[in-house]
T-cell receptor, first 112, second 114 residues
Framework: DAKTTQPNSMESNEEEPVHLPCNHS???????IHWYRQLPSQGPEYVIH???SNVNNRMASLAIAEDRKSSTLILHRATLRDAAVYYC?????????????FGKGTKLSVKP | EPEVTQTPSHQVTQMGQEVILRCVPI?????FYWYRQILGQKVEFLVS????????KSEIFDDQFSVERPDGSNFTLKIRSTKLEDSAMYFC????????????FGDGTRLSIL
């Protein structure tokens, strides 16, 4: 399985943008980049995913490097509710029935 | 928005007893998964299920574990003879199809083995 590397932790102030980086230098052409997050005492929650182009949804934006070896999850205005562990996961299109391999993720703390 | 539901939220069981964890996936989803998370550790894949059979399973999913879709709505994980090290959060997830669709997770069942 292709692996990802994320910082162990990051801090942000409320109402400010947050950029969460992820390196995936061994990504293959058919791997989608998925982001999930896990709030305290909850199950993982899907945030966003993309293949090559940048993506936006109501929760976040995903910026993907041109060579696809890295990506950045952008939370435009962090709220206290965004404090969670964020996971960057490569998901092989149509392969392996889609089971997700979670790393340790980035623990995001949001200060009021 | 439809969601994955899991019951019970907390299960306490004596070591050696059988336990069944229940999940109701999202109704039009075709792929089903179980994951577990030991306290303070990573989320780990256990098993995937499609078309009424196991698609993939991890090394954790040994002969003590089984899964079943007994009817059109439930998806269960059975642990035949529980061990202390089975204590963990167990998460069920479902996905609409095998393309790049996201998985939707339930809030988990906390299993405590005494």
């Amino acid at each position: 399985d292709a692996k990802t590397t994320q910082p162990n932790s990051m801090e942000s102030n409320e109402e400010e943008p947050v950029h969460l980086p992820c390196n995936h230098s061994t990504i293959s052409g058919t791997d989608y980049i998925h982001w999930y997050r896990q709030l305290p005492s909850q199950g993982p929650e899907y945030v966003i995913h993309g293949l090559t182009s940048n993506v936006n949804n109501r929760m976040a934006s995903l910026a993907i490097a041109e060579d696809r070896k890295s990506s950045t999850l952008i939370l435009h205005r962090a709220t206290l509710r965004d404090a969670a562990v964020y996971y960057c996961i490569l998901d092989l299109y149509g392969g392996s029935q889609g089971n997700l391999i979670f790393g340790k993720g980035t623990k995001l703390s949001v200060k009021p | 928005e439809p969601e994955v539901t899991q019951t019970p939220s907390h299960q306490v069981t004596q070591m050696g007893q059988e336990v069944i964890l229940r999940c109701v996936p999202i109704s039009n989803h075709l792929y089903f998964y179980w994951y577990r998370q030991i306290l303070g550790q990573k989320v780990e894949f256990l098993v995937s299920f499609y078309n009424n059979e196991i698609s993939e399973k991890s090394e954790i999913f040994d002969d003590q574990f089984s899964v079943e879709r007994p009817d059109g709505s439930n998806f269960t994980l059975k642990i035949r003879s529980t061990k202390l090290e089975d204590s963990a959060m167990y998460f069920c997830a479902s996905r609409r199809d095998s393309s790049n669709q996201p998985q939707h997770f339930g809030d988990g069942t906390r299993l405590s083995i005494l």
